[in-house]
């Protein structure tokens, strides 16, 4: 019996080891990614930061990407284009549905994070997120630049949607009293009480959302909180891997973080964003 044990006990340590591997396998550290700079020539580092911030210093050999050139023209911001503009937009910057492809920005994980789940969306296979930490920085020495970056020749992206990590406003109108989903909003509490409004978007929330701040999901120094914080941050807001869980926030920017700190830190496998998010709902139903 004690062996039986030791073996059951050894194939859980197997499976748990394999889950976290897997959950985590597209954040990677400054280690990381100094060896895959090495170690593939054709590797695509974007830059998600604002213009401002690329110009004074990036990461060599880095092209940028604002994330505010995904979106659609119109009275709802933040709403991105249809997969085929977006593949269209990013085979134009040499990055195709096979491309190894490295994201970072400034230290929010907002922009890189978006960024993430747009590419993850369209189909994108090897997408990475290089997790922003100062100090593992300077150790790898990463090599920052003014410089510009070099072009790569555009490609072709095919893309492939993944909608089961995307929610329309419908769908999360669905969902809303169903007992096996959780919908987060993650924008501050003044933000989520009305006590406040950003650039004229409409004070309230969506009703049946709980609130959970997007700062949260990371540590004071910006980066994601570890698998034991980020789990009893789920468990204080009574979220567990047996739920579906939608995120979302004014234009799902900080919904974006959140959306990677379940799916890829904590291993969750449905999770959602809500594109639309708050500026969409209040165009179609109301606030509370």
Not at 94 to 106: A, F, H, M, N, P
Not at 159 to 178: M, Q
Not at 278 to 283: I, V
Request: glycine share 6%.
């Amino acid at each position: 019996m004690k062996a039986i044990n030791n073996i059951i006990i050894a194939l859980l340590l197997v499976v748990t080891a394999t889950v976290s591997s897997y959950a985590q396998a597209d954040i990677i550290s400054a280690k990381d990614f100094t060896a895959l700079v090495k170690a593939n020539k054709e590797l695509v580092i974007v830059d998600a930061a604002k213009s401002k911030t690329y110009k004074n210093a990036h990461v060599k050999n880095a092209i940028h990407i604002n994330h505010n050139k995904l979106y659609k023209d119109g009275d709802v911001s933040g709403i991105i284009k249809s997969p085929e503009e977006l593949a269209e937009f990013f085979g134009n910057l040499g990055i195709s549905e096979k491309t190894e492809v490295v994201l970072y920005d400034e230290g929010s994980q907002k922009y890189s994070s978006r960024l993430y789940w747009v590419l993850k969306y369209i189909g994108a296979e090897n997408v990475k997120i290089l997790h922003k930490d100062m100090d593992e920085w300077k150790k790898a020495r990463i090599m920052l630049t003014a410089a510009a970056s070099k072009a790569h020749k555009p490609v072709t992206f095919t893309p492939n949607v993944d909608e089961s990590i995307y929610a329309t406003t419908d769908y999360v109108a669905e969902n809303l009293e169903n007992p096996n989903v959780i919908v987060v909003d993650v924008r501050t509490a003044a933000e989520f009480n009305g006590e406040k409004a950003i650039k004229g978007d409409k004070a309230g929330h969506i009703p049946g959302t709980i609130n959970i701040d997007y700062k949260e999901f990371e540590t004071e120094a910006g980066a994601y909180k570890s698998v034991e914080g980020l789990t009893a941050l789920a468990e204080k807001y009574g979220i567990s891997p047996d739920k579906e869980v939608i995120f979302l926030c004014k234009t799902s920017v900080r919904g974006a973080v959140s959306y990677v700190a379940f799916k890829n830190v904590l291993g969750y496998e449905n999770v959602r964003l809500y594109d639309g998010a708050c500026a969409e709902w209040c165009t179609k139903k109301p606030l509370e």
